[in-house]
């Protein structure tokens, strides 16, 4: 062995030396539907404006760690009850690692569960942290499995359950009444997210709900919505609850520039909630589009996305790369075979895939 890979061993876990790291494939010069992106860019006029602000940042200093216009504008325009605070992350991706890190590590392993097949990053912050990640499979049409969901709640006891709702990679928006009873389930043993990242297309929330449930944590970001590249993600819940959360933050771990952009943003979330508007109708009608296309299932989806069944998940991927179309293939994924899975975009590019796809059936 080398020095290198001696000191490799002698240093880092065996989980991370055994695990392949998350790989995004280089996207440039194809149409891009693989990562649930709005394809609409900001109005040129909101450009300028943003522009004039963003030079005015002071950069020098490190952010103000309370971010508190910042979550004003949050807590005003997101619907957070009165009484309830967010916090705030690089994204969510940082909000789930906070929240398995703050009940992960000294001396324990906790169990942390999601329904799958699910969003990778619940079970990949489990396994980070030191936890153990228990999924649940959902039925065959891709919905929650109430009675499956409450036996393995009852079974390993978790600390933490996952709901993505809708769930990404499938778009199912779960029962609410499903989600409440493991909400109650649950109880004072464990914590429920319901991460509504998709929560723009789906138009209901938990977020009214938060005095009914105080183990729950409602999880949003502004990602899907349209500034997926500003890296901003929010979390509301009990205050007391918030409070342990706060400390695993880093304290200046939202940029100044982030926090610029996103206030600009929400004050401006008006031509937002238009663009979402449009893509629902767009989403809509590639459903329909696709359902009438031979051999292929379309799945019922409340987000910006469609979970795809075809008779060749590899055959039409490899075709649609062909035709220079970028999707994401689930089909290795549980429960998912010969699935992919496609972004809504504009009606110029959903045309493209369509095409591309029905290419790839003959
Ligand atoms: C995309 C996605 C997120 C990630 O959000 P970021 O704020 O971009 O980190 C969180 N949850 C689900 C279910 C997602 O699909």
């Not at 890979?5 to 055994?18: M, S």
């Not at 891009?32 to 020098?60: S, T």
């Not at 005003?76 to 992960?104: F, W």
């Amino acid at each position: 062995m080398s020095f290198i890979d001696k000191l490799i061993a002698n240093t880092i876990r065996p989980e991370i030396i055994a695990d392949t790291p998350y790989t995004v494939p280089d996207a440039s010069g194809f149409i891009k539907l693989d990562a649930m992106e709005n394809p609409y860019p900001l109005p040129p006029q909101l450009r300028a404006e943003l522009g004039q602000r963003l030079a005015d940042a002071v950069l020098n200093r490190y952010p103000v760690p309370s971010y508190a216009s910042l979550k004003e504008r949050i807590r005003a325009r997101m619907g957070v009850p009165d009484g309830y605070d967010v916090i705030l992350g690089n994204g969510s991706d940082e909000n789930i690692s906070m929240m398995v890190m703050a009940i992960s590590g000294g001396g324990r392993r906790p169990v942390i569960m999601a329904p799958t097949p699910g969003f990778v990053m619940f079970a990949r912050s489990a396994m980070l942290a030191g936890a153990d990640f228990v999924g649940v499979p959902l039925d065959a049409d891709m919905r929650l499995d109430r009675a499956a969901m409450l036996e393995k709640i009852a079974e390993h006891n978790p600390a933490l359950v996952f709901l993505a709702y809708p769930n990404n990679p499938t778009g199912t928006l779960y029962d609410q009444d499903d989600v409440v009873a493991i909400i109650e389930a649950l109880g004072e043993h464990g914590i429920a997210v319901v991460d509504e990242a998709y929560g723009p297309f789906a138009r209901t929330s938990f977020m009214a709900r938060l005095p009914e449930f105080e183990n729950m944590v409602v999880m949003r970001t502004v990602s899907k919505l349209g500034l997926a590249g500003i890296r901003l993600g929010y979390m509301a819940a009990a205050p007391k609850l918030l409070e342990q959360f706060e400390k695993v933050r880093p304290p200046y771990n939202v940029n100044v520039l982030t926090q610029i952009a996103a206030e600009f943003a929400l004050d401006h979330i008006e031509v937002f909630n238009a663009q979402a508007d449009q893509l629902v109708a767009a989403r809509e009608q590639l459903a329909a589009d696709l359902a009438a296309l031979p051999g292929v299932t379309v799945f019922p989806s409340a987000a910006n996305f469609l979970l795809v069944r075809v008779p060749d998940a590899d055959a039409s991927c490899a075709k649609l790369l062909a035709n220079k179309v970028m999707v994401k293939n689930v089909s290795k994924m549980h429960g998912l075979a010969n699935c992919i899975r496609v972004t809504v975009s504009t009606a110029e590019e959903n045309a493209a895939f369509l095409h591309a796809l029905k290419a790839s059936l003959n």
